[in-house]
């Protein structure tokens, strides 16, 4: 059967519209843009230095979210443009990994500050420090509680999985690491909380770097998992082992035709390409009839096969 032009063609915007994820960073940074200059101006009329502090720190919070907005923005609205070969996915991906490297700063500046607070130790404002570390509880776990919205709250880890397909990845890394921003700055507020409360009533000052350390540590482990994820996605690694014997298994069913190359790779979430190129003895096979075998295989949404026969 042949077929026209018109029909080989298809669409090659494979990523999808984020509007949902867009508008809840949205909220979030607004929220945060309130609460930071509230605790600015607070901060400065009652001269308390731990409120101008945590406001500026709400600053270095709301460009990392503004990271992710800006990514689901760029891919929006690029999404049709032809110049990118598999869709603008990868946007969302690379805003993602910046925030994770960002995120990677935040833990090592905390571990270093940390050790100098534990080897030359201060005097502690405690109650200042405690509305601080309240203030900024309360915030963050707004923040979290909207960007799970939709979401599952399934972001720290990846459990994110096609029901049919378990090897399908299609949890949003972009929104993942936005929460993880979220949650990090919360876990942080409940250590500083719990820290400052034993310091103050039990004299044990050292609580408070030790919390440091320990948020530290988390947040590096989850850095070191979202930076894993996000650049295996833009290196093109191979990680659906089991897709890839999925295809190699339809693409071969006939019994006489073999793979002798075969690449397959994310271009969306829960969406794959793939380059096949294969061998057969039957001169009465098409590449048409290979690439309906892979219908199946709804992941596969962009296949470019090479054909040779034999005899």
């Known amino acids: 059967m042949h077929r026209s032009h018109t029909e080989l063609q298809h669409d090659h915007a494979f990523g999808t519209d984020n509007r949902s994820a867009e508008r809840r960073i949205g909220i979030v940074v607004a929220i945060n843009a309130l609460t930071m200059a509230a605790e600015i101006i607070a901060g400065t009329v009652y001269g308390s230095m731990a409120l101008v502090a945590d406001g500026w720190h709400m600053g270095t919070h709301m460009f990392a979210l503004g990271i992710t907005l800006a990514a689901y923005a760029l891919a929006r609205r690029h999404m049709r443009d032809t110049r990118f070969a598999f869709g603008t996915w990868k946007i969302e991906i690379l805003g993602g990994y910046t925030s994770a490297v960002l995120l990677g700063v935040v833990g090592l500046s905390m571990c270093y500050a940390s050790v100098e607070r534990l080897i030359k130790p201060v005097a502690i404002q405690y109650d200042h420090a405690l ?66 409360i034993v310091a103050k009533y039990f004299s044990w000052n050292f609580f408070d770097p030790v919390a440091g350390m320990v948020g530290a540590v988390l947040i590096l482990r989850w850095t070191a998992g979202l930076l894993g994820a996000c650049g295996s996605i833009l290196l093109d690694r191979e990680d659906g082992a089991a897709l890839t014997a999925e295809v190699r298994s339809v693409i071969e069913s006939d019994g006489t035709s073999k793979v002798s190359d075969l690449h397959v790779w994310q271009i969306a979430r829960g969406k794959y390409a793939c380059i096949i190129t294969l061998v057969t003895n039957k001169d009465s096979f098409t590449i048409a009839d290979f690439k309906k075998r892979l219908e199946s295989r709804k992941e596969i949404v962009h296949a470019t096969i090479e054909l040779h026969y034999f005899s």
């Open 131 to 196: 509305l601080v570390a309240v203030i900024g509880l309360a915030v963050n776990i707004a923040g979290a509680l909207i960007l799970g919205i939709g979401n599952g709250g399934d972001h720290g880890h990846d459990h994110g999985h096609h029901h049919d397909h378990p090897h399908t990845h299609d949890h949003d890394l972009n929104m993942r690491a936005a929460y993880i921003h979220v949650v990090t700055d919360a876990l942080t507020s409940v250590l500083a909380i719990g820290a400052l």
